[in-house]
């Protein structure tokens, strides 16, 4: 999965598209160190060297070590006479004793692995100087079924919003053409040439879904006349382990933590500046709140400054990395 896109579609002659530009989604859930797989429900550790083996097909046996420090995917288990035996890769299975340990994957980990993405088409709209293209995703696969329909009504929600923005667009401009035609005495079909068109562009994706988080990206570009449009990026990120939506508060704890994030962002503004001159306004930097936009990765967070927060129109849309690391 990649976050990518372009928003903003050759509007209208001298209105500049606006591109928004991200790194590669990795589409691994990464759990307990480890990547997670389909059907995969726990994960053995081996604190011992151990045989473990595995029924053929013409009824013999195989057999190998697995090594001290070694581990496995566990895809299930059954319970027999003597005791709970753990069915592995590859077709292996071994039994539960103080040789190994045992990892149950959470629910909501499994969810991440199996959940589904689909897009839905709010609004698709292309008439004379006028269009809108307008589409959301809905979440399909978790297990906490209170949450995904929070999740997919707060989304659809975005949608219904951006459809009447994208109506009052149309009436404003109609009302412009009609009141044009009034001050210059010419017809309705003069008038909506020189008018300028409307426009709104919406779209969804989730940017972020490992390590029991999700983020879903929003992209909106519209153009309501004037010199340009305005795109811009907003998201909301859950953690499914509390069934809750998380802001950069949940990952800035302490003032301590606050005080050092807020030092990294800074010097890395001030170092993007030296390469790009004004990319950010660094004295009007008052430190990150939880209304600030950004998305997960892995090993941090990436924060998004849209136009005209803390640089210029020109400056578009930027991203800042921060590690875990570099605050907590």
Known sequence: MKKSWLAGFALTAGLACTAFMGEEVSAKVIWDGAE?????TGKLAFNKDTKIYKKNADGTFTS????????????????????????????????????????QVPTYIQDQVKMTVTKRTQLVEELDKVWASIYYVELNGLSNSTLERQINQYLKSVAMQAQTDYLQLKKEREMEIRAYQGW??????????????????LDMSLD????????????????????????????VSYNLATAKQVTLNDFIKTPAQRAKFNQYVLQRMINANKSIPSSYLVDEYAGVNAETPFYLRDEGIVLVYNPYELGSYASGIRELYVPFSGFQ
């Open 36 to 40: 997670i797989s389909a059907g995969q």
């Open 64 to 103: 190998m070590v697995s090594k001290k420090g070694s581990f496995w995917r566990v895809y299930g288990q059954q319970t027999s006479v003597t005791g709970t035996i753990y069915n592995m890769s590859g077709g292996y299975r071994v039994q539960a004793s103080p040789l190994t340990t045992y990892k």
């Open 184 to 201: 210059n005495r010419v017809s309705y079909e003069e008038a909506n040439e020189i008018v300028p068109s409307r426009s709104l562009f």
């Open 208 to 235: 972020y879904n490992s390590k029991g988080y999700i983020t879903i990206g929003i992209k909106e570009d519209s153009y309501g006349g004037g010199a340009h449009g305005y795109g811009y990026y907003r998201a």
